[in-house]
């Protein structure tokens, strides 16, 4: 690293502007933002050496320049941002309506959006963000916030911190703020000093030169402000990971204990009630906008339920004891929290379907009674049920949530939502079987005449009568398979959150708006006496506010042989 020695006997790294100690112009070390004979000085970064402006070779030497570029980072926040704008033009994945044509985004965007939809998709604006792509734009602001302070920063520090009263001509003459008293008064000197003083400005002395300095501080606020965006792209980030932010979604039917999605089991829900309350259709305040919305709309809907903790989980093999934590209500807008955990009140369903009763019937006569019935409990369905007259049926095939592609018959949930079964029936004493299809009850029903919205309004006990013939793949089958009864079960569909980011969001807030008021309410003042012979150099420096730099000027010199300093802005 080669170094530059000035006249004053100061030694200078490579690629200073402004010497360190009496601020003279390093001539042979000039650069686009350096200091010629006719201009007045640049203080941006008080003439120090930066490394971006200096070394230009090596592979990090390019990639440290590269991200010191206030343009660059200009650029990855103009990506960030409209990136961010189109992703808010459609639904994220994780808004997908349940009642969309399809849950699975390769097949909503687009069929629900078309063209646009599938490019929105493909280009992975679907879950935009949490996609790579997008967190690496956010990384490399991160990155260039980073470099561009250590980059200014750190040169800036080290040359206010060693600044000296004592300055070159050269740099007090170049001050925008500047003025010559000639047989000016040494005793007024004390005065002026006095009178800075009482202005707050700090007083450091060498050899008669005087510099008064203050509000310092402001300098550091744009660096204040990177450090709170910092954090904040830190908790962006944290933000994708399952460590610091849950978002899910769990569904739990009256009377049914389920572990909490994200605990690891340390905590269970049991869904004792769900109530649901409707606007009263009689009710004149509502009667006309019920009847536009043409539906039965909610007034509130809510869970009773109760958390549970287990007791001996440690203990492998132990059977589990559960400790009861806390009851409540969960209704909209007023979530249950435990613990980090929020549980928000997010849908319901009245019509799913929890057990079905099937007759079995001889093929060639309808009207005969049924030879027998069976019973499968869709959250528990056995593999074999037997019937007294020795009929067995084996359960070949189970589709909770069933629907037909391409590919053949497939769940596309977990949830039985749509059942469909494929059946093994072994007649008495035989162990040849036969197969049966039997699935789509609702559009069974709606062919029936049955009313769904009965069942959706009534969701209890058995509907009887919706029999949904079973298809014979073979066109040989003895045997027919019919659904006599359908119970159903009411469900509560509930948003499971924690978010262990927002303080960390909330101190980058705190100290990016610190850095705002250190930035934008201080300046950094200082004001430079030369004693030159019988005549007196004053000039005057500041960051911003001008003005309030001069009147401060004109107070400490009020009825004193210095001169009032001029402007000798070249633009002016």
């Not at 200078?12 to 112009?25: D, M, S």
């Not at 997008?134 to 040359?159: E, M, N, Q, T, W």
């Not at 059977?319 to 934590?325: D, F, G, L, R, W």
């Not at 159903?488 to 008021?517: C, E, H, N, Q, Y």
Request: proline share 4%.
């Amino acid at each position: 690293m080669n170094h530059i020695k000035c006249e004053c006997g100061h030694v200078n790294p490579e690629g200073t502007v402004l010497c360190e100690a009496c601020g003279k112009p390093i001539e042979m070390n000039q650069h686009i933002d350096g200091n010629d004979t006719k201009k007045l000085l640049n203080m941006r970064y008080e003439g120090s050496a930066r490394r971006s402006k200096t070394y230009n070779k090596t592979i990090v030497d390019k990639i440290w320049n590269f991200f010191s570029s206030v343009k660059v980072g200009v650029w990855l926040i103009l990506i960030a941002l409209i990136a961010s704008g189109i992703g808010t033009l459609l639904p994220q994945e994780q808004y997908i309506p349940a009642e969309a044509i399809s849950r699975d985004p390769a097949i909503f965007y687009p069929e629900t959006y078309g063209i646009f939809g599938k490019i929105f998709y493909q280009l992975g604006f679907h879950n935009l963000y949490a996609s790579w792509w997008y967190l690496i734009v956010i990384a490399l602001i991160g990155i260039s916030l980073v470099v561009c302070s250590l980059d200014r920063f750190i040169p800036l520090y080290k040359a206010l911190r060693r600044q000296k009263p004592k300055r070159h001509e050269s740099f007090i003459n170049r001050q925008r703020y500047y003025s010559e008293s000639e047989n000016a008064d040494v005793n007024d000197l004390d005065i002026v000093k006095e009178r800075l003083r009482k202005q707050r400005y700090r007083i450091k002395e060498e050899d008669g030169h005087v510099v008064a300095e203050k509000g310092r501080f402001s300098r550091w606020g744009p660096y204040v402000n990177h450090i709170g965006l910092i954090i904040i792209l830190l908790a962006a980030l944290l933000r994708t990971t399952p460590l610091m932010y849950l978002d899910d979604y769990v569904w739990v039917r009256e009377g049914e204990l389920k572990v909490i999605p994200g605990t690891d089991g340390e905590y269970y829900i049991e869904n004792k009630a769900f109530i649901l309350e409707t606007y009263d259709q009689n009710d004149e305040r509502f009667k006309d906008a019920l009847e536009k919305e043409g539906v039965i709309v909610p007034s509130n809907f809510q869970s009773n339920v109760v958390i549970y903790r287990p007791k001996n989980s440690e203990v492998i093999g132990a059977e589990t004891e559960m400790e009861k934590v806390t009851e409540a209500e969960i209704r909209m807008n007023a979530p249950l929290k435990l613990d980090g955990y929020a549980l928000y009140q997010q849908g319901y369903q009245l019509n799913e379907f929890s057990k079905m009763t099937f007759r079995v019937y001889e093929m060639n006569d309808p009207e005969a009674d049924a030879i027998g019935e069976f019973t499968i409990d869709l959250f528990d369905p056995q593999s074999t049920y037997e019937l007294d007259n020795g009929f067995k049926i084996d359960v070949a095939e189970y589709y909770p949530d069933y629907q037909i592609t391409d590919d053949g018959v497939k769940s596309i949930t977990k949830d039985s939502n749509n059942p469909a079964f494929v059946f093994n029936l072994f007649p008495p004493e035989s162990e040849d079987y036969e197969i049966s299809f039997v699935g789509d009850v609702i559009g069974a029903a709606e062919d029936l005449g049955i009313d769904t919205s009965v069942v959706e309004l009534q969701p209890m006990g058995n509907v009887i009568g919706s029999f949904a013939p079973s298809v014979d793949p073979t066109g040989e089958n003895q045997y027919r398979i019919l659904i006599d009864s359908i119970d159903f079960d009411r469900k509560s569909g509930l948003t499971v959150r924690r978010d262990l980011t927002i303080p960390i969001f909330a101190i980058g807030a705190i100290i990016f708006m610190l850095g705002v008021i250190q930035g934008m309410y201080w300046q950094h003042r200082r004001i430079w006496i030369h004693p030159k012979g019988r005549n007196v150099l004053l000039a005057g420096h500041t960051n911003k506010n001008w003005f309030g730099l001069k009147k401060d000027i004109e107070k400490a010199i009020a009825g004193t042989s210095i001169v009032m300093v001029e402007d000798q802005n070249e633009e002016k």
